[in-house]
Protein backbone atom coordinates (compact mmCIF):
# COMPACT_ATOMS: atom_id res chain seq x y z
CA UNK A 1 0.00 0.00 0.00
CA UNK A 2 2.86 2.67 0.47
CA UNK A 3 3.66 4.76 2.83
CA UNK A 4 0.33 6.32 4.75
CA UNK A 5 0.44 10.36 4.15
CA UNK A 6 0.94 12.17 7.64
CA UNK A 7 -2.39 14.07 7.99
CA UNK A 8 -3.45 16.99 10.64
CA UNK A 9 -7.09 17.62 11.52
CA UNK A 10 -8.63 20.04 13.64
CA UNK A 11 -12.88 20.20 14.74
CA UNK A 12 -14.72 23.44 13.76
CA UNK A 13 -17.85 24.47 14.17
CA UNK A 14 -20.07 22.11 12.61
CA UNK A 15 -17.23 20.44 11.01
CA UNK A 16 -13.66 19.12 10.10
CA UNK A 17 -10.55 20.79 8.74
CA UNK A 18 -8.03 18.05 7.49
CA UNK A 19 -4.53 18.95 6.45
CA UNK A 20 -1.99 17.81 4.16
CA UNK A 21 0.67 18.86 2.65
CA UNK A 22 0.72 22.46 1.23
CA UNK A 23 -3.38 22.37 1.43
CA UNK A 24 -6.23 21.81 3.78
CA UNK A 25 -9.78 21.00 3.44
CA UNK A 26 -12.86 22.27 5.55
CA UNK A 27 -16.15 19.59 5.39
CA UNK A 28 -18.80 21.54 7.49
CA UNK A 29 -22.67 20.21 7.74
CA UNK A 30 -24.92 23.76 6.72
CA UNK A 31 -28.02 24.22 8.28
CA UNK A 32 -30.10 22.76 4.98
CA UNK A 33 -28.45 19.55 5.74
CA UNK A 34 -25.35 19.75 3.08
CA UNK A 35 -22.26 19.05 3.57
CA UNK A 36 -20.38 22.61 1.93
CA UNK A 37 -16.33 21.46 1.25
CA UNK A 38 -13.43 24.48 0.82
CA UNK A 39 -10.00 23.36 0.11
CA UNK A 40 -7.28 26.05 0.14
CA UNK A 41 -3.35 26.10 0.02
CA UNK A 42 -1.95 26.03 3.71
CA UNK A 43 -1.08 29.10 4.72
CA UNK A 44 2.79 29.14 5.67
CA UNK A 45 4.85 31.80 7.68
CA UNK A 46 8.06 31.14 5.80
CA UNK A 47 9.85 28.74 2.96
CA UNK A 48 12.88 28.87 4.77
CA UNK A 49 13.60 24.80 4.71
CA UNK A 50 15.65 25.19 7.70
CA UNK A 51 12.84 25.86 9.82
CA UNK A 52 11.41 22.79 8.64
CA UNK A 53 14.61 20.76 10.32
CA UNK A 54 14.06 19.18 13.69
CA UNK A 55 14.43 20.96 16.60
CA UNK A 56 13.14 23.83 14.62
CA UNK A 57 9.95 23.44 13.14
CA UNK A 58 7.88 22.56 16.23
CA UNK A 59 6.98 26.65 16.71
CA UNK A 60 6.52 27.31 13.39
CA UNK A 61 4.08 24.69 12.84
CA UNK A 62 2.65 26.06 16.01
CA UNK A 63 1.92 29.69 14.68
CA UNK A 64 0.91 28.41 11.38
CA UNK A 65 -1.73 25.87 12.79
CA UNK A 66 -3.28 28.69 15.36
CA UNK A 67 -3.36 31.11 11.86
CA UNK A 68 -5.26 28.79 9.41
CA UNK A 69 -7.42 27.38 12.22
CA UNK A 70 -8.67 30.37 13.25
CA UNK A 71 -9.44 31.37 10.02
CA UNK A 72 -11.08 28.03 9.56
CA UNK A 73 -13.33 28.31 12.81
CA UNK A 74 -14.74 31.67 11.65
CA UNK A 75 -15.64 30.36 8.19
CA UNK A 76 -17.23 27.33 9.45
CA UNK A 77 -19.19 29.30 11.95
CA UNK A 78 -20.71 31.18 9.03
CA UNK A 79 -21.82 27.88 6.98
CA UNK A 80 -23.15 26.65 9.88
CA UNK A 81 -25.38 29.37 10.73
CA UNK A 82 -25.63 31.46 7.79
CA UNK A 83 -24.41 28.38 4.69
CA UNK A 84 -22.72 30.22 2.29
CA UNK A 85 -23.36 33.97 2.72
CA UNK A 86 -21.47 34.24 5.62
CA UNK A 87 -18.61 36.35 5.44
CA UNK A 88 -14.69 35.96 6.05
CA UNK A 89 -12.76 37.44 8.62
CA UNK A 90 -10.59 40.58 6.81
CA UNK A 91 -6.65 39.96 7.75
CA UNK A 92 -6.82 42.60 10.34
CA UNK A 93 -9.90 40.62 12.08
CA UNK A 94 -7.71 37.31 11.78
CA UNK A 95 -5.01 38.61 13.64
CA UNK A 96 -6.87 41.09 15.83
CA UNK A 97 -8.68 37.50 17.00
CA UNK A 98 -5.18 35.66 17.12
CA UNK A 99 -3.80 38.46 19.01
CA UNK A 100 -7.15 38.03 21.46
CA UNK A 101 -6.26 34.24 21.88
CA UNK A 102 -2.77 34.46 22.85
CA UNK A 103 -3.28 37.12 25.51
CA UNK A 104 -6.17 34.77 26.84
CA UNK A 105 -3.47 31.69 27.41
CA UNK A 106 -1.24 34.52 28.58
CA UNK A 107 -3.29 35.31 30.97
CA UNK A 108 -4.68 31.73 31.94
CA UNK A 109 -1.02 29.43 31.62
CA UNK A 110 1.11 31.80 32.41
CA UNK A 111 0.19 34.83 34.70
CA UNK A 112 -2.57 32.86 36.61
CA UNK A 113 -0.23 29.95 37.92
CA UNK A 114 2.57 32.77 38.68
CA UNK A 115 0.13 34.22 40.38
CA UNK A 116 -1.02 31.46 41.83
CA UNK A 117 2.50 30.08 42.89
CA UNK A 118 3.60 33.34 44.38
CA UNK A 119 0.31 33.34 46.40
CA UNK A 120 1.55 29.78 48.17
CA UNK A 121 5.02 31.55 48.76
CA UNK A 122 3.52 33.96 50.67
CA UNK A 123 1.43 31.23 52.49
CA UNK A 124 4.94 29.54 53.63
CA UNK A 125 3.59 26.36 51.32
CA UNK A 126 5.99 27.11 48.95
CA UNK A 127 9.72 29.23 48.44
CA UNK A 128 10.59 32.04 46.30
CA UNK A 129 10.80 31.96 42.22
CA UNK A 130 14.48 30.93 42.36
CA UNK A 131 13.25 28.00 43.75
CA UNK A 132 12.41 24.50 42.49
CA UNK A 133 9.16 24.27 44.74
CA UNK A 134 7.91 27.60 43.00
CA UNK A 135 7.80 26.09 40.05
CA UNK A 136 6.12 22.58 40.84
CA UNK A 137 3.45 24.63 42.16
CA UNK A 138 3.46 26.18 38.91
CA UNK A 139 3.33 23.52 37.00
CA UNK A 140 0.75 22.01 39.29
CA UNK A 141 -1.46 24.99 38.69
CA UNK A 142 -0.95 25.13 35.55
CA UNK A 143 -2.53 21.30 34.69
CA UNK A 144 -5.38 21.85 36.65
CA UNK A 145 -6.24 25.00 35.14
CA UNK A 146 -5.95 23.44 31.88
CA UNK A 147 -8.22 20.36 33.14
CA UNK A 148 -11.02 22.71 34.79
CA UNK A 149 -10.77 24.62 31.58
CA UNK A 150 -11.83 21.52 29.10
CA UNK A 151 -13.94 19.87 31.48
CA UNK A 152 -15.77 23.36 32.03
CA UNK A 153 -16.08 24.27 28.19
CA UNK A 154 -17.20 20.52 27.40
CA UNK A 155 -20.69 21.48 28.99
CA UNK A 156 -21.48 24.52 26.29
CA UNK A 157 -23.44 22.48 23.95
CA UNK A 158 -21.86 24.04 20.75
CA UNK A 159 -18.56 22.98 21.90
CA UNK A 160 -19.77 19.83 23.48
CA UNK A 161 -20.55 19.08 19.57
CA UNK A 162 -17.11 20.55 18.14
CA UNK A 163 -15.71 17.63 20.67
CA UNK A 164 -18.04 14.96 18.68
CA UNK A 165 -16.36 16.51 15.41
CA UNK A 166 -13.07 16.51 17.00
CA UNK A 167 -13.69 12.52 17.41
CA UNK A 168 -15.09 11.97 14.65
CA UNK A 169 -11.61 13.99 12.90
CA UNK A 170 -9.98 11.13 15.01
CA UNK A 171 -12.12 7.80 14.01
CA UNK A 172 -11.70 9.13 10.26
CA UNK A 173 -7.98 9.19 10.44
CA UNK A 174 -7.49 5.93 12.02
CA UNK A 175 -9.44 4.10 9.60
CA UNK A 176 -7.56 5.44 6.67
CA UNK A 177 -3.91 4.83 8.21
CA UNK A 178 -5.29 1.35 8.95
CA UNK A 179 -6.13 1.21 4.93
CA UNK A 180 -9.08 -0.07 2.96
CA UNK A 181 -12.45 1.49 2.41
CA UNK A 182 -13.32 4.49 4.70
CA UNK A 183 -16.58 5.81 4.95
CA UNK A 184 -18.67 6.69 7.66
CA UNK A 185 -19.23 3.13 8.57
CA UNK A 186 -15.66 2.24 8.88
CA UNK A 187 -14.73 4.79 10.72
CA UNK A 188 -17.15 3.79 13.66
CA UNK A 189 -14.75 1.48 14.75
CA UNK A 190 -12.07 3.00 15.49
CA UNK A 191 -11.03 4.84 18.75
CA UNK A 192 -11.68 8.47 18.85
CA UNK A 193 -7.99 8.90 20.43
CA UNK A 194 -4.97 10.02 18.38
CA UNK A 195 -1.43 9.70 18.96
CA UNK A 196 -0.46 13.02 17.43
CA UNK A 197 -3.51 15.12 18.64
CA UNK A 198 -2.91 19.02 19.33
CA UNK A 199 -4.16 18.20 22.83
CA UNK A 200 -1.61 16.22 23.91
CA UNK A 201 0.83 18.10 21.73
CA UNK A 202 -0.44 21.34 24.67
CA UNK A 203 -0.27 18.57 27.73
CA UNK A 204 3.62 17.96 26.31
CA UNK A 205 4.24 21.75 26.14
CA UNK A 206 3.39 22.10 30.00
CA UNK A 207 5.28 19.36 31.24
CA UNK A 208 8.39 20.50 29.57
CA UNK A 209 7.62 23.70 30.31
CA UNK A 210 7.64 22.81 34.18
CA UNK A 211 10.84 21.08 33.70
CA UNK A 212 12.35 23.68 31.76
CA UNK A 213 11.49 26.33 34.00
CA UNK A 214 12.70 24.35 37.06
CA UNK A 215 16.33 24.27 35.74
CA UNK A 216 16.33 27.72 33.95
CA UNK A 217 14.72 30.38 35.64
CA UNK A 218 16.98 29.42 38.87
CA UNK A 219 20.40 29.59 36.39
CA UNK A 220 19.16 32.95 35.23
CA UNK A 221 18.42 34.57 38.82
CA UNK A 222 22.07 33.48 39.65
CA UNK A 223 23.30 34.99 36.88
CA UNK A 224 21.23 38.54 37.72
CA UNK A 225 18.70 39.03 40.53
CA UNK A 226 16.92 42.43 40.40
CA UNK A 227 16.52 43.57 44.02
CA UNK A 228 13.00 44.45 43.44
CA UNK A 229 10.09 42.05 44.26
CA UNK A 230 8.50 43.16 41.60
CA UNK A 231 10.95 43.24 38.47
CA UNK A 232 12.11 39.95 39.93
CA UNK A 233 8.97 38.06 38.71
CA UNK A 234 8.23 40.40 36.18
CA UNK A 235 11.66 39.12 34.77
CA UNK A 236 10.95 35.52 35.02
CA UNK A 237 7.34 35.98 33.27
CA UNK A 238 9.33 37.59 30.19
CA UNK A 239 11.45 34.76 30.49
CA UNK A 240 9.33 32.04 30.68
CA UNK A 241 7.34 33.65 27.45
CA UNK A 242 10.51 33.49 25.59
CA UNK A 243 11.32 30.13 26.54
CA UNK A 244 7.86 29.34 24.58
CA UNK A 245 9.65 29.08 21.16
CA UNK A 246 12.42 26.27 22.18
CA UNK A 247 10.04 24.39 24.36
CA UNK A 248 7.08 24.03 21.87
CA UNK A 249 10.23 23.10 19.38
CA UNK A 250 11.06 20.38 21.44
CA UNK A 251 7.50 19.05 22.60
CA UNK A 252 7.04 18.65 18.98
CA UNK A 253 9.78 16.11 18.41
CA UNK A 254 8.54 14.10 21.61
CA UNK A 255 5.04 13.89 20.55
CA UNK A 256 6.47 12.84 17.07
CA UNK A 257 8.91 10.34 18.88
CA UNK A 258 5.90 8.68 20.44
CA UNK A 259 3.61 8.50 17.76
CA UNK A 260 6.66 6.48 15.72
CA UNK A 261 7.42 4.07 19.15
CA UNK A 262 4.08 2.10 18.25
CA UNK A 263 2.55 -0.17 20.87
CA UNK A 264 6.20 -0.20 22.88
CA UNK A 265 6.17 0.12 26.81
CA UNK A 266 8.06 3.02 26.36
CA UNK A 267 5.63 4.74 23.92
CA UNK A 268 2.49 3.29 25.60
CA UNK A 269 3.59 5.29 28.67
CA UNK A 270 4.87 8.52 26.79
CA UNK A 271 1.28 8.44 24.72
CA UNK A 272 -0.85 7.96 28.11
CA UNK A 273 -1.13 11.14 29.36
CA UNK A 274 -2.03 12.95 26.09
CA UNK A 275 -4.21 9.88 24.96
CA UNK A 276 -6.13 10.61 28.68
CA UNK A 277 -6.52 14.63 28.42
CA UNK A 278 -8.30 13.50 24.79
CA UNK A 279 -10.88 11.84 26.57
CA UNK A 280 -12.12 15.70 27.82
CA UNK A 281 -11.72 17.23 24.42
CA UNK A 282 -13.10 14.06 22.02
CA UNK A 283 -16.71 12.72 22.14
CA UNK A 284 -18.12 9.46 20.11
CA UNK A 285 -19.38 11.38 17.29
CA UNK A 286 -22.71 10.11 14.99
CA UNK A 287 -22.91 8.86 11.21
CA UNK A 288 -23.52 12.30 10.71
CA UNK A 289 -20.43 13.90 12.10
CA UNK A 290 -18.46 11.59 10.51
CA UNK A 291 -19.78 11.30 7.23
CA UNK A 292 -18.27 15.36 7.33
CA UNK A 293 -15.13 14.30 8.41
CA UNK A 294 -14.43 11.37 5.53
CA UNK A 295 -15.50 14.49 3.15
CA UNK A 296 -12.66 16.58 4.56
CA UNK A 297 -10.47 13.87 4.09
CA UNK A 298 -11.22 12.63 0.94
CA UNK A 299 -10.97 16.66 -0.54
CA UNK A 300 -7.93 17.26 0.88
CA UNK A 301 -6.28 14.17 -0.51
CA UNK A 302 -7.34 14.81 -3.99
CA UNK A 303 -9.08 13.11 -6.78
CA UNK A 304 -6.37 10.39 -6.84
CA UNK A 305 -7.15 9.04 -3.62
CA UNK A 306 -10.83 9.32 -3.93
CA UNK A 307 -11.30 5.44 -4.66
CA UNK A 308 -10.59 4.47 -0.84
CA UNK A 309 -13.66 7.02 0.39
CA UNK A 310 -17.44 6.54 0.29
CA UNK A 311 -18.84 9.28 0.02
CA UNK A 312 -22.48 10.67 0.34
CA UNK A 313 -22.66 12.11 -2.87
CA UNK A 314 -26.10 13.33 -2.67
CA UNK A 315 -25.70 15.59 0.16
CA UNK A 316 -22.14 17.15 -0.55
CA UNK A 317 -21.86 20.51 -1.94
CA UNK A 318 -18.66 21.82 -3.03
CA UNK A 319 -17.69 25.45 -2.82
CA UNK A 320 -14.60 26.56 -4.85
CA UNK A 321 -13.19 29.93 -3.34
CA UNK A 322 -9.89 32.08 -4.49
CA UNK A 323 -7.02 30.48 -3.11
CA UNK A 324 -6.35 32.49 0.36
Known amino acids: MGTVPRIGGQAVMEGVMMHHGDAYAMAVRQPDGAIAVERHPWFRLTGLALLRRPLLRGFPIL ?20 G ?13 TLLVSLLIAVGLFVLLPHLLSMLMH ?16 DGLFKVLILLGYLAAIGFMPDIHRMFCYHGAEHKTLAAFEAGGCVSAETARGFTRLHPRCGTTFLLFVLVVAVLAHTVLVPALLLLWTPESFWVKHLLTVVFKLALLVPISC ?24 GL ?49
Open 63 to 82: AETLVNGVRCLNRSTCYAVQ
Open 84 to 96: ETGQDLKNWQLML
Open 122 to 137: WLELGGDVDGVVFHLW
Open 250 to 273: LSYEIIQYAARMGDSICGRCLRAP
Open 276 to 324: FLQRLTTREPDSAQLEVAVAALAAVLGPEARDRFVLPQDVIHVTHLPRS
